[in-house]
């Protein structure tokens, strides 16, 4: 049984940083892309950052790109996401995700499974 869980989310101020994890159990971690997608009140979930199986292929939405940092360790079967420069409109819970294939996507339905998701809310 596949099992995702977050953490690291929290209340930050504008400009500051925070990092998410999300540890996976229950599938060869290595074989897969891993995503993170965030999730506003009553909206669909929006793609953030996903990476492949073999961690050298990195893709990122618009609204985060060179801001904030997907990464993974194998060892830990972990996939992190580091952000920086965080605004208030990067407030949301944030979802990390199984891909079904090895390559990145951003397409939500490209995604198996899904963890809960950590709240990251940005005080301006």
């Known amino acids: 049984q596949v099992r995702l869980v977050e953490s690291g989310g929290g209340l930050v101020q504008t400009g500051g940083s925070l990092r998410l994890s999300c540890a996976s159990s229950?599938?060869?971690?290595?074989?897969?892309?891993m995503g993170w997608f965030r999730q506003f009140p009553g909206k669909r979930r929006e793609f953030v950052a996903a990476i492949n199986d073999s961690g050298d292929s990195t893709y990122y939405s618009d609204f985060v790109k060179g801001r904030f940092t997907v990464s993974t360790d194998n060892a830990r079967s972990t996939v992190y996401l580091e952000m920086n420069s965080l605004k208030p409109e990067d407030t949301a819970v944030y979802l990390c995700?199984?891909?079904?294939?090895?390559?990145?996507?951003?397409?939500?339905?490209?995604?198996?499974?899904w963890g809960q998701g950590t709240q990251v809310t940005v005080s301006s």
């Open positions: 995700a199984v891909g079904r294939y090895g390559s990145v996507h951003y397409d939500w339905r490209t995604y198996a499974y």
């Open positions: 229950g599938h060869t971690f290595s074989n897969y892309a």
